[in-house]
Structures are given as C-alpha cells and as structure tokens.
T-cell receptor, first 116, second 113 residues
C-alpha cells in the first residue's frame, strides 16, 4: 500500500495475556518508529529502528515490551503479560533516511489496545 | 525537557486565517521547526518545516522570526476539517543524527462554523 499499515486496528485482551502489534512501513523507508498515546495524552516515544537494528530503545517502559524488525521492513511490537496501564493507541511511523530527505515521519492509523 | 511552548487551545472561525504561535527560545543553530497535526482518532500528519526562512506549501505557511526564537503556523482559510491538535516540534537535521520527534501537548484548534 501507499501508506504505513498497522494491524490489528483494535485489540481487546485480558490482563496477563501477551499481544503482538504489527507495522508495515512504506516501502523503501529505512527508519521506523513506535510511539504510544494514552487517552487524552501526547505521543510517547518507544523505540526507533534504522534498518533491522534499534539504536534507541530508551522509550520502552519496561522489560515486558520488546520490538523487532526483519528484512528492513515489517516490525512487531510485543507486550508480554499485559497490564491495564498498557491500554493506549500504539502508533508506528516510517521515514526515508538520508541526507536529502526532509525528516518527515509518515504515521499509520495506530493500533488501539484495551487491556481488561 | 520541552523545547517548545504552545497555547493549550484556540478557536478559529471557518474561512478565516488561523495563526498558531510557538515559542522555541532555546533553539540551536542546526535545529529545524516542524509542525504536525493530529485529527481525532488518526495518526499525526506532517504539515511543514523550516530552518530560518519562511516556508509555504499547499497546506500552510510557516513564519519564523529573525532570531528564530518563535514561529507562527498560518492556515490561510481554515475549514472545519482543520480541527485538530497542532504540534510544534524542534528537531536537529537528520545529518546530525537527531532522528527523534518529541511531541508535546500541542494546541487544540477548534474551527467553528
């Protein structure tokens, strides 16, 4: 597709279960970001990928959160043993990375996670 | 650390220009000013960015003061669909490896008919 695609768009899970959120970036974009947005709050940076490596994981809130990226494309954000405070919209963004690019991030529509 | 300061909210009349201010008094020489907006239930959308010159595109104009300590985003003819949260962000160039956009609280803009 032309834009960043995220799935699922909505996920309801029970406390203690694991969830996986998927992001398909724009083809050719080497940079990929995960952010999270709790209800009524601003965007919180989670992790940044350049290719398959993650030079900045500083925003991951706990060791229950992990993310990987394969083939320089698809990324998966995994939350283990979900807690109610994990409920939020998880946003993925991608960007071409090079000296000539504008630094613009292209965001997906997000995955809304509700932990009961 | 918030690098920008924006009003919490503002109203604008449909069809009129909306002028959104942003203060970034600690901006350094290689940092850009970016504007994004987030319409309800959608991901943020890039609007415009600039370094020191004024910029204009099909969506908006960006006016940066000569000392670069503040800027104004101008939506020339606001429509109801422009109702959104508008974020002003300061970021270094990608050459400087400043890859991360840090979003603050933004300005909630409500366009009224």
């Amino acid at each position: 597709g032309a834009g960043v695609s995220q799935s699922p768009s909505n996920k309801v899970t029970e406390k203690g279960k694991d969830v996986e959120l998927r992001c398909d970036p724009i083809s050719g974009h080497t940079a990929l970001y995960w952010y999270r947005q709790s209800l009524g709050q601003g965007l919180e940076f989670l992790i940044y990928f350049q290719g398959n490596s993650a030079p900045d994981k500083s925003g991951l809130p706990s060791d229950r959160f992990s993310a990987e990226r394969t083939g320089g494309s698809v990324s998966t954000l995994t939350i283990q043993r979900t807690q109610q405070e994990d409920s939020a919209v998880y946003l993925c963004a991608s960007s071409p990375f090079g000296v000539s690019n504008t630094g613009e991030l292209f965001f997906g529509e997000g995955s809304r996670l509700t932990v009961l | 650390d918030a690098k920008t300061t924006q009003p919490t909210s503002m109203d604008c009349a449909e069809g009129r220009a909306a002028n959104l201010p942003c203060n970034h008094s600690t901006i350094s020489g290689n940092e850009y000013v970016y504007w994004y907006r987030q319409i309800h239930s959608q991901g943020p959308q890039y609007i415009i960015h600039g370094l020191k010159n004024n910029e204009t595109n099909e969506m908006a104009s960006l006016i940066i003061t000569e000392d670069r300590k503040s800027s104004t985003l101008i939506l020339p003819h606001a429509t109801l669909r422009d109702t959104a949260v508008y974020y002003c962000i300061v970021r270094g160039s990608v050459r400087s490896n400043d890859y991360k956009l840090s979003f603050g609280a933004g300005t909630t803009v409500t366009v009224r008919a």
